[in-house]
């Protein structure tokens, strides 16, 4: 489905964690991998992962997926510049995108191919709930790409959803794992219990520090 593309947000320190989320194991892969492989089979085929902290060792684990990369300079910054670095990256056929959050790798591609369909009949703005919570990954209609080009950063995605209540689809799916963030290592710990019925495993206290010859920017 070339029409419809993600960003996947993965550019932050994770100071919170303690960790750098994006190569913790998750089941048997890391958590950006389990992301990027329910986006795929979700029906998903062009995916932008926005780098930052730790930027070459992310090329380095990613670079057999068949994937684009975007660099935000400054991963101090707010969410709204590195999704404006990754539309920058998007192919010219994408009529929409999923925004994707790297640290909600428990949301399964049934999820993301329900989103994609609510766009194909007609929505713009797309945002999935469960329990009248709404969550992520959220689908923007390209026609809004200037607008996702100057978010405000204070506010992010939710000044544009806000400017244009009237387009907006609230859409019901069955995965609470769309409002589970994953910010401390006890949040982690929990979702992978949750999802996996286990504690991570024990090497995931490797992860913690990069190797000491990682390359940073």
Known sequence: MNSVAAIVLAAGHSRRMGAFKPLLPFGNKTVIETCIDHLRMGGVETIV???????????????????????????????????????????????AVLIALTDHPAVGPEVISTIINCWKAGAKLVIPEYGARGGHPVLIDLGFRD?????????????????????????????????????????????HEDVFGMAPPPDSASRLHPPNNATKL
């Open 49 to 95: 992962v926005v780098l930052g902290h730790q930027a070459n060792l992310m090329r380095e684990h990613l670079q057999d997926l068949s994937l684009s990369f975007a660099l935000n300079p400054d991963p101090e910054s707010e969410m709204s510049a590195s999704i404006g670095c990754g539309v920058k990256q998007l192919p010219q056929e994408t009529r």
């Open 147 to 191: 607008q996702l080009l100057q978010l405000d950063p204070e506010h992010g995605l939710r000044s544009l959803f806000d400017a244009h209540r009237a387009q907006v689809k609230r859409i019901s799916v069955s995965s609470p794992f769309i409002a589970r963030d994953m910010d401390t290592w006890d949040d982690y710990r929990a979702l």
